[in-house]
């Protein structure tokens, strides 16, 4: 059972539509504390994107926040919303397993594909100027200065795309769309046109295409690709949700080591980064304002709280490398000699993070 099934419980009881509670209330009905995130960030609050939303969601409510004044208002919902999860991949592999349809279709009919799905979405879309002008410099193409074009943007963005034959020169002109709209800060855009991105996407499963998006940056790259195809580092960092200010810190050192040129204060600010994001979860879990060094003991207790076994508390586990993590952590914050950290090394310490912070994260919501 987890820590909010309890505030679960109490809602699901409840016939009023709305329940007004102090967050002294809210931590008397699960019999612990909130996180210090749930003092300091109304995304604590959002609904949906973390799992202890789900003691609210899961009984039709959404919960509004007052920080200043310590209060959450939980509103029940007129009419419940039914999510279902849509794989489109999935659906047409058990479409082509029913009738037995091959589905081994050659690659340029799947590239063909791909690029027809992407131009509709781009097709859709109302491209500003500027951002066009911006793709134009940055892919190499002339911007015609007509009228027509002006009225009519985005068919000549999708001629650009059309017209590009080459799939790998295709894929980095989409990479540098994604560019021009980062540069010119259209936020709703990047994360509407990302969303539709990662669809067809989807739809694309053996184009061996991935995207990932941190911050407003989206990063497109070959599946399979070592950094950013792995579980520890997936999609938006959902498993870090939880804590915007870890997630923040986290996402900010990812960002800074994709541009990394090789200065060893790029090297340093990526590391320490790494370093304050763990510092920052240990003192909301444990809730203290305590040093990384002096919360790897506290940490050890809270795991064996949680029943984690003793070969990941103890010596042959994960404490043996925080310890050194913590060492190492320290001569990058107070060097005492002048060290170039290769990209590799600090790959290395993005990996231990994560790690790190994982268990923690989910140890607390499990």
């Not at 594909?113 to 500003?128: A, D, E, P, T």
């Not at 070969?311 to 914050?333: A, C, P, Q, W």
Request: glycine share 4%; charged share 25%.
């Amino acid at each position: 059972m987890g820590k909010y099934s309890p505030l679960k419980k109490y809602l699901d009881k409840q016939d009023r539509p709305k329940i007004q509670m102090s967050f002294s209330e809210v931590e008397e009905i699960i019999s612990d504390k909130l996180p210090i995130s749930a003092y300091k960030y109304q995304a604590w609050w959002s609904n949906g994107g973390h799992n202890h939303a789900n003691a609210w969601l899961n009984v039709n409510f959404t919960a509004s926040v007052d920080l200043d004044r310590k209060i959450v208002i939980f509103a029940k919902n007129t009419k419940r919303e039914i999510h279902n999860s849509f794989s489109y991949s999935k659906r047409i592999q058990e479409f082509n397993q029913r009738w037995h349809l091959s589905s081994n279709l050659n690659r340029q009919n799947k590239i063909t594909n791909f690029k027809n799905r992407f131009q509709n979405i781009i097709g859709l879309r109302q491209i500003r100027i500027g951002v066009v002008t911006d793709f134009c410099n940055m892919a190499g193409v002339i911007l015609p200065l007509s009228d027509s074009y002006f009225l009519e943007i985005e068919k000549f963005v999708c001629k650009v795309f059309r017209e590009t034959k080459d799939f790998r020169d295709y894929i980095k002109r989409v990479q540098i769309l994604f560019w021009a709209l980062e540069k010119s800060q259209e936020i709703d855009k990047i994360n509407s046109f990302y969303e539709d991105f990662c669809e067809i996407l989807e739809m694309s499963p053996s184009i061996g295409i991935s995207a990932q998006k941190i911050n407003n940056q989206v990063v497109l790259y070959p599946s399979g690709a070592k950094l950013l195809d792995e579980k520890i580092i997936n999609m938006d960092l959902l498993w870090l949700s939880d804590f915007p200010e870890v997630q923040e810190l986290f996402e900010k050192s990812l960002a800074d080591f994709l541009n990394f040129s090789g200065e060893k204060a790029e090297a340093r600010s990526i590391l320490d980064g790494l370093r304050t994001s763990l510092e920052v979860l240990l003192k909301d879990i444990l809730n203290n304002d305590k040093p990384l060094e002096k919360n790897a003991k506290e940490i050890k207790l809270w795991l064996k709280t949680k029943n984690v076994h003793p070969n990941i508390r103890n010596s042959v586990g994960i404490f043996t490398h925080l310890e050194n993590y913590i060492r190492f952590m320290n001569d990058v914050k107070h060097p005492n000699q002048d060290i170039n950290y290769s990209k590799n090394e600090i790959e290395h310490m993005i990996y231990q993070t994560g790690i790190f912070i994982r268990l923690i994260i989910e140890t607390e919501k499990s």
